[in-house]
């Protein structure tokens, strides 16, 4: 950035959330739980047109262990809630959930004995995406409010603990 | 006008073939659940209907036999089309296997258990396929209500 | 929670499992089971003994859905069974419908669904090969095939006002005729995806890796794919040219000059060479399509079919009328029952419908294609090495929504 050159060997002061969160909120490990048609556009989105690794998220990890964002991507049904369930308590905290269509927001336009109606019954949700599927812009502007919300957050914030 | 297909069923099956039609041009037998694994061993061996093309079943509820299981045959050495029913009751809802003659009825047969609860006799390996374990009833069956849940795991709210 | 239940158990004698063997679990999150499906595997070290294939985590209950709205409603859902290639599930339940009723759509309409069949063909089989060489390491190539299927969504999204659902066949025509400059737009897209073809054709096909992980690998025996009622790639890598396209012609397909490309080994590098070979001959019917387009309507003339155009609604109190009913009712198809069965991205996609002569089906089924080939998984993945399921899976192009429905 041309700072280091100005700043020489001296120091800067900052907040620690700032610190911290700038650092989080720019390099998110996903977990991409794709079930569905939304992980078409969660392809495109992937590839070199729309290029989500711009925001710092382009790194898919397949261990919850690894992964900082579970991005549940298509309808959940009560099958497959278990694993769900399962691969979210297997993640550290901190760790962050989006809901990526309205299958996973809502069920979608499957309200029947199969599917789970939104997998906020299942687990926390941090940001929604509506549409069925979701365009590419609409992703990367979800992106870019969980990195909002990511920076409002606090090192005391009681989930941290 | 008569169809060589079914004119050849009826006189094969005399006793079995319950009725034949061909409405929109696909042919179709209706016969006995008896005579299917026999029915089908004929269509494959003598006809030449290589291909089981689909198997499921419906559910007539009101209506008794209650379900019919439908199959479709192909014949791709003739490019031909044949489609055999049989109404199943649902108080004794079992029919023949078919997985004996076509190793892909398994799944088949496998989800029309799993949706309507026909049991195939001397299927291999009958259990659910997209269900789950634990699941009540068969969701495809008339009397099953659309929106019933069964969940695995307690839903937060 | 879960109440085991004797009949629905597989019998995993663990007894059995002496000579070093053991059971591994795949998926059903797992990053080569793209959708969800789970894989118990009895491994004898690298080696796959047995093995199990679990389904049914995507099940939405499309059949039972459908049995409760109309005709016209089921369009959408129609989308999401082979969301890789929904137009042709579009043009399929749309046949069938049609086919139950006994009318024939205009000839525009029949040339506009086999060029969006075909657009639709193009991206499944650029979505398969992609995914499947991502899978097996090589990255470019999916960025050069999915930026081809980018171009082909846009041309998509022009056409029917969306990328990935559509929904854009209605029983009886279309929802929207061409834009004006189609043809040019189709010509600049096919020069780009060409490009991207023959670039990834040069980084795979005679690539020592991918060709080694491909070549003899899950391979099926023409006797056996017919067991398994295998039927697209999967059955024509084999050497059977089977194809509803030419076999049982629906629409205008009879019209086009095009081939049905065959293997001969049925593995996973002829399924791979069938796939590329086929969208080659899928732009060639597009472009002979936009080349013989005909004028003319794209609906059905009857209102009681399709909805008649806005201003005769508001003019006109016999399509107001038609208008409301087909809205609130649906078509309604006489009492009978139908089979239509079209060339799906993986092979034959049969709609199976039964009407009892009100506005919504009384029996909707579809014979999905990748059901019969994932239900020979377990065959093809059979003595193989572990790793080579992925190339095995990825090559038979299993798509959850029309797996499970």
């Known amino acids: 950035m041309g700072l280091e050159t100005v700043f020489g060997h001296s120091f800067l002061t900052t907040r620690l959330d700032e610190a911290v969160n700038w650092g989080r909120k720019y390099s998110f490990f996903q977990y991409p739980f794709v079930t569905a048609c939304c992980g078409m556009e969660y392809m495109s989105v992937f590839a070199s047109a729309y290029d989500i690794a711009r925001f710092g998220?382009?790194?898919?990890?397949?261990?919850?262990?690894?992964?900082?964002?579970?991005?549940?991507?298509?309808?959940?049904?009560?099958k497959l809630a278990p694993v769900l369930k399962r691969v979210y308590d297997q993640m550290c905290e901190p760790k962050w959930v989006v809901s990526f269509g309205v299958c996973a927001t809502s069920g979608g336009f499957y309200d029947n004995y199969a599917t789970v109606q939104g997998i906020d019954k299942i687990i926390p949700v941090d940001i929604y995406i509506p549409g069925c599927p979701?365009?590419?812009?609409?992703i990367l502007d979800a992106l870019i409010k969980l990195q909002e919300k990511v920076s409002r957050e606090s090192v005391l914030d009681r989930k941290y603990k | 006008m008569t169809n060589y297909l079914l004119e050849t069923f009826k006189a094969k099956f005399p006793d079995d073939v319950l009725d034949t039609h061909a409405f929109r041009g696909d042919e179709t037998v209706i016969l006995k659940k008896e005579a299917l694994l026999?029915?089908?061993?004929?269509?494959?061996?003598?006809?030449?209907?290589?291909?089981?093309?689909?198997?499921?079943?419906?559910?007539?509820?009101?209506?008794?036999?209650?379900?019919?299981?439908?199959?479709?045959?192909y014949s791709s050495k003739n490019n031909y089309r044949l489609r055999l029913k049989c109404p199943?009751?649902?108080?004794?809802?079992?029919?023949?296997?078919?997985?004996?003659?076509?190793t892909g009825a398994n799944w088949f047969e496998r989800e029309a258990y799993d949706m309507y609860g026909i049991k195939f006799e001397g299927h291999p390996d009958l259990r659910r396929i997209l269900m789950y374990d634990g699941f009540e009833g068969h969701p495809l069956r008339k009397d099953y209500p659309l929106?019933?849940?069964?969940?695995?795991?307690?839903?937060?709210? | 929670m879960e109440k085991k239940n004797a009949e629905t158990q597989k019998n995993w004698n663990l007894e059995t499992l002496e000579d070093g063997r053991m059971v591994l679990n795949m998926g059903p999150s797992h990053p080569a089971m793209h959708g969800i499906v789970r894989v118990l595997l009895t491994v004898?070290?690298?080696?796959?003994?047995?093995?199990?294939?679990?389904?049914?985590?995507?099940?939405r209950g499309f059949e039972k859905t459908c049995e409760n709205i109309t005709y016209n409603q089921c369009v959408p859902y129609t989308d999401r069974l082979n969301y890789v290639s929904p137009l042709i599930n579009n043009v399929g339940y749309a046949l069938a419908v049609e086919k139950l009723m006994g009318i024939e759509t205009p000839a525009r309409c029949q040339y506009i669904r086999v060029i969006m069949s075909e657009l639709s063909r193009l991206t499944d089989h650029l979505t398969c090969i992609g995914a499947n060489a991502m899978e097996l390491a090589a990255f470019t190539v999916y960025f050069y095939l999915i930026n081809a299927r980018e171009e082909i969504y846009r041309l998509t999204d022009a056409v029917a006002g969306g990328r990935v659902t559509p929904a854009y066949t209605r029983v009886g025509g279309l929802t929207r005729d061409l834009p004006p400059d189609f043809a040019r737009m189709t010509a600049e897209v096919f020069k780009k995806v060409r490009k991207n073809l023959s670039d990834a054709d040069k980084l795979l096909t005679r690539n020592r890796i991918f060709y080694d992980r491909l070549h003899n690998v899950g391979n099926i025996s023409k006797e056996d794919a017919i067991a398994f009622s295998f039927t697209g790639p999967a059955l024509r890598s084999t050497g059977i040219p089977l194809d509803v396209r030419k076999a049982t012609p629906y629409l205008v397909y009879d019209r086009f000059d095009f081939d049905i490309p065959v293997g001969s080994n049925g593995d996973n590098y002829d399924r791979y060479l069938v796939r590329l070979e086929e969208m080659k001959q899928s732009m060639r019917i597009v472009e002979q399509a936009l080349a013989q387009l005909p004028g003319g309507p794209i609906n059905h003339p009857d209102f009681n079919v399709i909805l008649p155009p806005k201003e005769e609604v508001a003019g006109n109190i016999e399509a107001l009328m038609a208008h409301f009913k087909l809205t609130f009712e649906g078509v309604k198809p006489p009492k009978g029952e139908v089979y239509q069965a079209v060339e799906g991205g993986n092979g034959e996609l049969g709609f199976y419908i039964v009407s009892d002569g009100t506005g919504s089906p009384w029996r909707l089924r579809v014979r999905p294609p990748c059901f019969a080939l994932t239900g020979g998984l377990s065959q093809m993945i059979k003595g193989g090495y572990i790793a080579d399921i992925v190339s095995t899976f990825g090559q038979i192009n299993m798509i959850g929504g029309e797996l499970e429905r």
């Not at chain 1, 979701?134 to 609409?138: F, I, K, N, T, V």
């Not at chain 3, 004898?44 to 099940?59: N, P």
Request: charged share 30%; with cysteine; proline share 8%.
């Open chain 3, 44 to 59: 004898q070290g690298e080696r796959v003994a047995d093995s199990d294939v679990e389904i049914g985590y995507l099940h």
């Open chain 2, 147 to 157: 929106k019933k849940r069964q969940p695995r795991i307690p839903h937060r709210e």
């Open chain 1, 134 to 138: 979701p365009r590419p812009e609409a």
């Open chain 2, 38 to 73: 026999k029915a089908a061993a004929f269509l494959k061996d003598e006809l030449g209907f290589d291909f089981l093309m689909d198997l499921t079943a419906a559910d007539y509820l009101p209506r008794e036999p209650r379900f019919e299981l439908v199959c479709h045959f």
């Open chain 2, 88 to 102: 199943v009751a649902g108080t004794d809802a079992r029919v023949a296997s078919l997985t004996s003659l076509w």
């Open chain 1, 57 to 78: 998220a382009e790194y898919p990890r397949f261990s919850p262990r690894q992964a900082d964002v579970l991005f549940v991507v298509g309808t959940v049904n009560e």
